[in-house]
């Protein structure tokens, strides 16, 4: 994977998520091409219905304006660390040039452009999108951002831990269920395996759809030369999602590779499932694709 087009937001979750794009493009003299994932204009809601403002109600200009810088103070902050941290680990920060030798990254200013445009149209040219893992004190619009990024590119997506990790793809766990998502994932993922230490092909028991066992997609792999074995697990009662990154733990996996929605989303956001699960809960990397 040589071009990862990354969301650096202007808090903590940034360093995670640049440190995530750089240990991909420095497998293989790659570029990075970050943005800001801000939300566009603020929309002011005034009176209209029996509201104190009476009938129509005046859009609070001042209001606007100071949305507004905030926002591009959020921009600027979000672009000093990135500059910083590319400067920290010496990479050149210019347009991408194929020829170059080591990991380039330059920054996208898409301020006319919704988060959810960037990485749903100009993230199909990249080889993968990076996206910090949805935070729990704004699930709801961090979600639609990776929803986007995940039912509009067609490009596999990678979630940035809250953490910075150290490694990435020393040992992999694939979370098989059988499913044309999970076979997508593991397709556009394999630029991530080629040379692991180990990788778990993972069947949760009772957790997958009608198809090829874990053990047919281990031997594809060892097929490939990747040292690939199964692992079927009973977990009881344990909800699926929480069963993979259990077992992630235990074997210090530093890469999850997931397929997005196997079960349908309106269904995972009223009963929760797997995707849902991991999209909220994941403390290590995660590739998925839908």
């Known amino acids: 994977m040589r071009t990862?087009?990354?969301?650096?937001?202007?808090?903590?979750?940034?360093?995670?998520?640049?440190?995530?794009?750089?240990?991909?493009?420095?497998?293989?003299?790659?570029?990075?091409?970050?943005?800001?994932?801000?939300?566009?204009?603020?929309?002011?809601?005034t009176g209209g219905f029996g509201g104190g403002m009476g009938g129509g109600g005046v859009v609070p200009t001042?209001?606007?304006?100071?949305?507004?810088?905030?926002?591009?103070q959020r921009r600027e902050r979000a672009r000093s660390q990135f500059t910083s941290f590319m400067n920290e680990k010496c990479a050149v920060i210019e347009p991408v040039d194929p020829g170059s030798k080591g990991v380039s990254a330059s920054w996208y200013e898409n301020a006319a452009m919704q988060a959810s445009e960037v990485v749903g149209s100009y993230g199909r040219v990249f080889d993968v999108i990076c996206v910090s893992r949805p935070r729990r004190d704004d699930a709801a619009l961090s979600l639609a951002?990776?929803?986007?990024?995940?039912?509009?590119?067609?490009?596999?997506?990678?979630l940035a831990p809250p953490e910075p990790p150290a490694t990435i793809s020393?040992?992999?766990?694939?979370?098989?269920?059988?499913?044309?998502?999970?076979?997508?994932?593991?397709?556009?993922?394999?630029?991530l395996v080629g040379d692991v230490e180990r990788a778990i092909v993972l069947t949760v028991?009772?957790?997958?759809?009608n198809g090829p066992l874990g053990?047919?997609?281990?031997?594809?792999?060892?097929?490939?030369?990747?040292k690939a074995e199964a692992v079927e697990v009973d977990v009881g009662g344990l909800p699926v999602g929480e069963a993979i990154l259990q077992h992630c733990k235990e074997v210090g996996a530093d890469l999850l590779i997931k397929g997005a929605y196997t079960q349908s989303r309106l269904k995972q956001m009223i009963f929760g499932g797997a995707t849902q699960h991991i999209l909220t809960s994941a403390e290590l990397p995660v590739i998925m694709a839908h």
């Not at 951002?145 to 990678?158: D, K, M, Q, T, Y």
């Not at 053990?215 to 990747?226: Q, S, T, V």
């Open 205 to 209: 028991k009772g957790g997958g759809v």
């Open 145 to 158: 951002f990776v929803e986007a990024a995940l039912f509009e590119s067609g490009r596999p997506v990678i």
């Open 215 to 226: 053990e047919d997609a281990a031997r594809n792999l060892r097929c490939h030369g990747i």
């Open 62 to 72: 001042e209001l606007v304006a100071g949305l507004e810088r905030e926002e591009q």
């Open 170 to 191: 020393r040992v992999v766990v694939i979370a098989w269920n059988a499913s044309t998502e999970t076979a997508r994932t593991l397709a556009l993922g394999m630029p």
């Open 4 to 45: 990862v087009l990354c969301a650096v937001s202007d808090g903590e979750a940034a360093r995670s998520a640049l440190t995530t794009a750089y240990l991909i493009a420095s497998r293989g003299d790659g570029h990075i091409e970050a943005f800001y994932p801000g939300m566009g204009s603020p929309m002011i809601i």
